[in-house]
């Protein structure tokens, strides 16, 4: 791959995981496990069976916990302390052809892990507000979606899932400033 398909890559993995840290490295080690991706050497790690173990059983409890209104954003606020370091390993590691990671790719990873996560965690505070949970298993599920898809994508074409994923978060940015500018002119009608 290109130094530009890598850089892609880096940054999409970023951002999936501030979205889903736990599925986003267990995608990633099956991916090299079963050779669908050739790893750089920081990323080796990730095809560890232990590795895989402990991220496969995170991401069935992470996936659990997503579902129900309230403890997910608890979940939220506990994972920002690893999905934003996570994402910049992440996608430090995918431009690393001898496993030194570079300081201009862990903070860009940061900051993308940390865009990503603010935007999952602010929304699905947004949705909690509504009383029923069909919104909530709907976003989460949207998220587990677009996770699965955007990794599967990657493979083939790094470009197209990062527009797709980008593409899809300025929808969800553009939904959430709905929502709160509705919420908010509903609070100012009642007063």
């Known amino acids: 791959m290109s130094e530009a398909q890598l850089f892609a890559i880096g940054v999409l993995l970023a951002w999936l995981a501030g979205v889903r840290v736990y599925l986003t490295v267990f995608g990633v080690g099956i991916a090299g496990v079963f050779g669908w991706l050739d790893l750089p050497p920081a990323l080796e790690a990730a095809q560890s069976p232990w590795v895989l173990a402990v991220a496969g059983v995170l991401a069935v409890v992470e996936f659990l916990a997503d579902k129900i209104p309230g403890v997910d954003s608890v979940w939220d606020l506990v994972h920002t302390l690893a999905r934003v370091p996570a994402g910049a390993f992440l996608a430090a590691a995918t431009l690393s052809p001898d496993g030194e990671l570079g300081a201009g790719m862990l903070a860009t990873g940061a900051g993308v892990a940390l865009a990503s996560h603010l935007l999952k965690s602010g929304s699905r505070a947004l949705i909690n507000t509504s009383p029923e949970p069909v919104s909530n298993w709907a976003a989460s599920a ?16 790094p470009w197209l899932a990062l527009a797709l994923v980008l593409s899809l978060a300025a929808f969800a940015f553009g939904g ?13 009608a009642r007063r």
Not at 176 to 188: E, I, S, T, Y
């Open 142 to 157: 949207t998220e587990d979606t677009v996770t699965v898809g955007a990794l599967a994508l990657a493979i083939t074409n």
């Open 176 to 188: 959430m400033w709905w929502l709160w500018r509705k919420l908010v002119g509903r609070k100012r």
